[in-house]
């Protein structure tokens, strides 16, 4: 089961991810994305929004595939900032790494 | 796909150490200015940021990544932390070509010629001439490229500069926005191509551009090179998704992972073939990756160089 963790997004915002509420999920971004890969990047930012802490750690290593080319950012109806959303992900992954 | 912590703590390690992400010494990887008379002293400094001269070192290190994704070598690699010596270091030097680092200076040594040839003032120390530190940034390693850009725009402002000329879109990027905004150090940076005034009718030439992602997008500067290229009659014959919406060439991921970053170029070469001409590249690592399909590619510079 996942365990859903609401101070997520609050975490997150010392890494620069403070967009993410703005997604609505229309899968533009992953659409668009050159990786063609399982709804990436959306997929990761409803992880943030429903809080999914664990399950983004446990699917951490794909936020890699990520080119950071900007071009769902580009293309976000909503402003959602989705390309440096994934750099703010990774941010967090290292920092937790780091830690570790 | 490579474990992206060993391949972030590797660059991050070679960058602390010598302030590159392959491990060599700075006096092994840019020697384009030792036979190139160069002004030492003046007003804007030309700043490389070492990504042109790293396209060999980048070309025989995703060689050997390549070949062991996925294998029982990359496997012990994440649980041992061993890191072959091929991917780093001296004997990475040692097994680059020196015909690919001279094709490499030889990119350098065109934009030079171009700028001289546009009586563009400026000055080269090869002291001052550091990488920028963006690969950090762009694998989220955020502490580690802070320290380092603060390393090099220290240095800089310690020499005293203030206006700085670039050449690939990675350095721009880092440095006009990246370096205020994180370290809150400004300088007046301009790329070679917005300083060119050169008109020719040689020209004649049809071409495809590659928008990289840094100066298409996140610069918005695709009007420059299409412009410097109308002067000299070379025409461009524009693919679906250029400039502001560019597609990237898959280059950024080759260190993770060699098979996706191929994917992804596939992908992108079908389109800019379509148009039927050669294609420019205009960053170092799109270039790099681009030869790679085997397609018809070239420089920008190679290119002006070459029509004046
Ligand atoms: S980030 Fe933007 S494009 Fe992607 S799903 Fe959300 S709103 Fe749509
Ligand atoms: S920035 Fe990353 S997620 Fe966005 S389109 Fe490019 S590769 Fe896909």
């Given at each position: 089961m996942t365990l859903v963790n609401p101070e997520f997004a609050e975490e997150l915002e010392r890494f620069g991810?403070?967009?993410?509420?703005?997604?609505?999920?229309?899968?533009t971004c992953a659409a668009i994305c050159?990786?063609?890969?399982?709804?990436f990047p959306r997929k990761m930012i409803r992880y943030i929004q429903v809080g999914a802490r664990d399950r983004l750690l446990e699917n951490d290593k794909e936020l890699w595939r990520c080119l950071h080319c900007g071009l769902c950012t580009y293309t976000c109806p909503r402003e959602a900032d989705p390309g440096e959303l994934i750099l703010g992900l990774k941010r967090f992954i290292v920092s937790n790494w780091r830690r570790s | 796909m490579y474990n992206p912590k060993i391949i972030i703590d590797l660059i991050a390690d070679n960058i602390r150490k010598t302030?590159?992400?392959?491990?060599?010494?700075k006096s092994m990887i840019n020697?384009?200015?030792?036979e190139t008379p160069v002004r030492p002293e003046g007003d804007t400094l030309l700043f490389t940021g070492l990504m042109y001269q790293f396209t060999p070192y980048i070309e025989k290190t995703t060689h050997y990544l390549e070949r062991y994704e996925d294998t029982k070598l990359a496997d012990y690699m994440q649980y041992s932390k061993y890191i072959p010596k091929f991917i780093a270091g001296t004997v990475l030097a040692l097994m680059t070509p020196g015909k690919e680092k001279k094709k490499a200076d030889t990119i350098v040594r065109n934009i030079v010629n171009i700028l001289a040839k546009s009586n563009v003032e400026f000055y080269y120390k090869p002291e001052l001439d550091d990488y920028s530190g963006i690969l950090l940034y762009d694998l989220g390693d955020q502490e580690g490229f802070v320290r380092h850009a603060e390393f090099v725009a220290a240095k800089l402002k310690r020499a005293g500069v203030r206006k700085i000329i670039t050449v690939d879109p990675h350095t721009t990027y880092a440095l006009k926005v990246l370096y205020p905004k994180y370290i809150g150090e400004s300088f007046e940076v301009k790329t070679y191509f917005e300083l060119i005034s050169l008109r020719s009718k040689n020209g004649g030439a049809r071409v495809t551009l590659h928008d990289p992602c840094f100066y298409g997008r996140y610069l918005e500067m695709s009007d420059v090179p299409r412009k410097v290229l109308a002067n000299l009659e070379i025409e461009c014959v524009e693919v679906i998704n250029?400039?502001?919406a560019t597609n990237c060439c898959g280059g950024p991921a080759e260190s993770v992972s060699p098979k996706l970053s191929k994917e992804v170029l596939d992908r992108r070469v079908e389109e800019l073939q379509s148009a039927g001409q050669p294609i420019i590249a205009m960053c170092p690592i799109c270039l790099g990756n681009l030869k790679k399909s085997g397609t018809d590619v070239e420089d920008l510079s190679s290119l002006i160089a070459r029509s004046i």
């Open positions: 991810v403070n967009t993410a509420l703005d997604c609505f999920n229309c899968g050159p990786l063609i890969y399982e709804h | 302030r590159n992400p392959f491990g060599i010494p020697n384009w200015w030792t250029s400039e502001q």
